[in-house]
């Protein structure tokens, strides 16, 4: 047997083996496509050398035309899936150009089976024998070259381009081993293809074609790596097998729960502990989407957040809610890490979770009971603060000395005004209590609040008269600490302070136009702002005004706002000054000399009809405070057990009416009224503000209420001493 038939059958051989043992491979484990593209190169490599043992030693012409199709397409079976392969198992080749490769070497076989003589030659002439060195005869053809052909040599070209490329960029990742062996396939490839084979056609050299060895040389050197692969991984899946064994020991007895998904959501496995906790079992479980044992108003939730886990933004720690299989809700901590493939892709997720459920409610009860207590205690120093303001401005109201208690008398007008009280207590409503100063506005103001829903709650007083303008804003709204200069702390204003409560807005005639607005925001609102403060409060707080002012001649002059006055011209009760209720000055009399006689220890025998009829013939222009103050000084003056004398004649000691409607002649206003009467009374007691017998006490005001009504109207002893000069 010739050396020849000798090489080359071992050649089939070989590439034969190798063929079986890739495609037994590819059985094993059919996604590594590349096994079948090895398998597929190796036998295509075996045909191809019995083909071209068969070419060398034929003597047909028309056998020599068959055999050499059919060789071109075993080169066809051997270069395409080469290419496939560099692509599938290297990763690193163009996939495009594989693509171009493939459809240029399948438009070279339909051409090699439509020609003649195939792709290699249009028409073969002679077959010649040629002797080679050794001694051995074999069979070359000699005809007309194909013009088809340099598609062939083209695709074979692009095939070079192709592997060298794929070899630098596995050069450029240092995977030197996997460079070395495409690198050998190349040489190889060009060698006897490229520079062997075109020697052997010029007749240059006398050998065989060499191109089945070049072939088994790229089988070769593939399959080197594909079976170093194949031990490693054997002995990978070993390690595996008995790693596997150890955490399946460790997961099937930990008292954790213990989930794994694939990268679809699907559940492949869950432990013992599991099954216990969840009700469910394997069986029940496997294959199902992990989204069936949560609660169904989270799984929107939890959706996206597996899709981003699994998309590598995995977070670590998570408190989940697992719903069983009786309907009980668990909550879990769970901790995740992503599972791969050998070849770095996301396969699923692995979870191992605590269940936190009971310490999770002893928590919750912990810090519910926590938040219970600080919410009791805010309310607490909230009610303790708000009683303490209430205190401090009670403790003020009884310093103001008030003495009025219910109302005396029996006139018409007096019925009047309790039937108006009737009527609107037991409502919500805005009142407006008009009438002259001194007739009695804020018992009417009281009343209404004691016989109202309210009475339990404080009624909290403003005299809008009697503060000074800058400081009416913050007595009605508060401030915050800081807000001006002099606020070194919080301020609550009146409105908070009367929340839930009645506020008295007295002499609310006198309220500046600018702050008139605040008041009607507040009113129409129900909420206020500190000073410095953009918090809005909410109030519930019922409005009772008081004006010794016509609000509606005082709209048209300019001096008051019309939305005002209509906001707070709900239900107008008009008090009747007391020259219109004479009838009711007795009893009136005979109520203020008791009240001043416990004050002040003594017992006064008779009220003189004398002196009755001289208080009832009295016009009282200061009404039932001026009343009030005559009487105090007539107890004060009266020995015990005596009766009642009056200090000084009515005359003498007041304003008469006669007096009065001269000064009405030039004066237009309450106000120039007040201001002349408080200068009055000050020059009488010699400019004496406080204490027995002053201005204070017989004007029945507060000695700081005084003073402002002074700065007010600008009334001090050296403008009378001028005047008087």
Same mark, same amino acid.
């Given at each position: ?41 190796? /036998? ?36 395409? +899936? ?5 692509? &599938? ?26 020609? +003649? ?65 495409? *690198?050998?396939? !190349? ?22 074609? $060499? ?10 050197? $593939? ?47 869950? &432990? +013992? @502990?599991?099954?216990?906790?969840? *009700? ?21 939730? @939890? ?101 009025? *208690? ?70 009605? /709204? ?106 009711? #000055? ?5 109520? /203020? ?11 006064? =025998? ?14 009282? +222009? ?14 004060? #003056? ?39 009467? !408080? ?9 004496? !503000? ?19 009504? $002074? ?11 001028? =005047?008087?000069?």
């Amino acid at each position: 047997m010739s050396p020849t038939i000798i090489a080359w059958s071992m050649c089939a051989s070989a590439a034969l083996i190798l063929a079986s043992m890739h495609f037994i491979f590819w059985l094993h484990d059919k996604k590594k496509f590349y096994y079948l593209l090895s398998a597929v190169m190796a /036998f295509s490599s075996s045909l191809n050398a019995i083909v071209e043992l068969s070419l060398m030693h034929s003597h047909s012409l028309e056998t020599y035309k068959i055999l050499l199709q059919w060789g071109t397409l075993c080169i066809f079976g051997i270069l395409v +899936p080469m290419v496939w392969y560099v692509q &599938n198992y290297f990763a690193t080749g163009k996939k495009w150009l594989a693509v171009v490769i493939s459809a240029l070497w399948s438009f070279v076989i339909v051409i090699n089976f439509q020609s +003649p003589a195939s792709v290699v030659f249009s028409q073969i002439t002679e077959l010649k024998q040629i002797t080679t060195f050794w001694g051995e005869t074999f069979t070359i053809p000699l005809g007309i070259v194909n013009p088809w052909k340099i598609l062939a040599d083209a695709a074979s070209l692009l095939i070079v381009i192709y592997v060298s490329d794929a070899t630098f960029r596995l050069w450029r990742r240092t995977q030197w081993t996997k460079t070395v062996l495409i *690198g050998v396939a !190349i040489v190889f490839f060009i060698v006897t293809a490229g520079i062997h084979t075109p020697l052997v056609d010029a007749g240059l050299i006398k050998t065989p074609y $060499m191109i089945s060895f070049s072939f088994l040389a790229i089988v070769l050197t $593939m399959s080197y790596q594909v079976v170093t692969d194949a031990i490693a991984a054997g002995v990978y899946n070993r390690q595996i097998t008995a790693n596997e064994k150890r955490w399946s020991t460790l997961l099937e007895n930990v008292q954790l729960l213990v989930i794994s998904l694939d990268r679809h959501g699907a559940i492949d496995y869950i &432990n +013992p @502990y599991y099954e216990q906790v969840s *009700g469910y079992t394997k069986s029940q479980l496997s294959g199902k989407h992990f989204l069936k044992v949560i609660p169904k108003t989270f799984t929107e939730e @939890y959706a996206k957040l597996f899709a981003s886990s699994i998309d590598g933004d995995l977070q670590q720690n998570q408190q989940l809610t697992l719903q069983t299989k009786n309907g009980q809700v668990r909550t879990i901590e769970w901790s995740s890490v992503l599972l791969f493939d050998v070849s770095g892709k996301t396969t699923g997720l692995l979870s191992i979770g605590a269940d936190i459920s009971e310490h999770q409610k002893t928590e919750n009860e912990r810090n519910q009971a926590l938040l219970d207590m600080q919410a009791a205690l805010k309310e607490v120093e909230m009610l303790k603060t708000q009683y303490r303001d209430q205190a401090v401005y009670l403790r003020n109201e009884i310093d103001a000395d008030y003495h009025y *208690g219910d109302f005396t008398g029996s006139s018409d007008a007096l019925k009047y005004i309790q039937h108006k009280i009737s009527q609107v207590a037991s409502h919500n409503t805005v009142v407006l209590i008009e009438g002259e100063t001194g007739v009695g506005k804020e018992l009417v103001a009281r009343s209404i609040h004691k016989h109202s829903a309210r009475h339990d709650k404080p009624l909290i007083k403003v005299n809008c008269a009697a503060l000074p303008e800058n400081l009416i804003e913050t007595e009605l /709204f508060g401030h915050e600490k800081g807000a001006f200069t002099g606020a070194d702390k919080m301020h609550k204003g009146r409105f908070e302070l009367a929340d839930g409560g009645t506020l008295f807005l007295d002499e609310v005639g006198e309220m500046p136009l600018a702050l008139q607005v605040k008041l009607l925001r507040a009113l129409q609102e129900g909420e206020i702002e500190r000073i410095g403060s953009q918090k809005t409060i909410k109030i519930d707080v019922r409005i009772i005004a008081a004006t010794n002012r016509e609000l509606l001649k005082e709209v048209e002059k300019g001096h008051f706002r019309s939305d005002l006055f209509y906001r707070l011209n709900v239900f107008p009760i008009t008090v009747a000054p007391l020259r219109q209720r004479k009838t009711d #000055i007795p009893l009136l009399v005979n109520t /203020f000399v008791n009240q001043f006689c416990k004050q002040q220890g003594k017992f006064i =025998t008779l009220i003189p009809h004398a002196v009755l009829d001289q208080l009832i013939d009295y016009d009282w +222009p200061g009404n039932i405070r001026e009343l009030q103050n005559v009487l105090e000084r007539a107890v004060i #003056i009266t020995p015990a057990d005596h009766p009642l004398a009056l200090a000084e004649k009515l005359s003498e000691s007041r304003i008469t009416q006669e007096k009065l409607n001269d000064d009405l002649s030039y004066q237009s206003t309450l106000q120039e009224l007040e201001k002349n009467y !408080i200068h009055q009374v000050l020059k009488q007691v010699n400019w004496r !503000i406080e204490g027995e017998k002053g201005a204070a006490e017989r004007l029945g005001l507060n000695p700081s209420t005084l003073r402002s009504r $002074m700065r007010k109207w600008k009334i001090t002893r050296s403008t009378d001493s001028k =005047t008087n000069s």
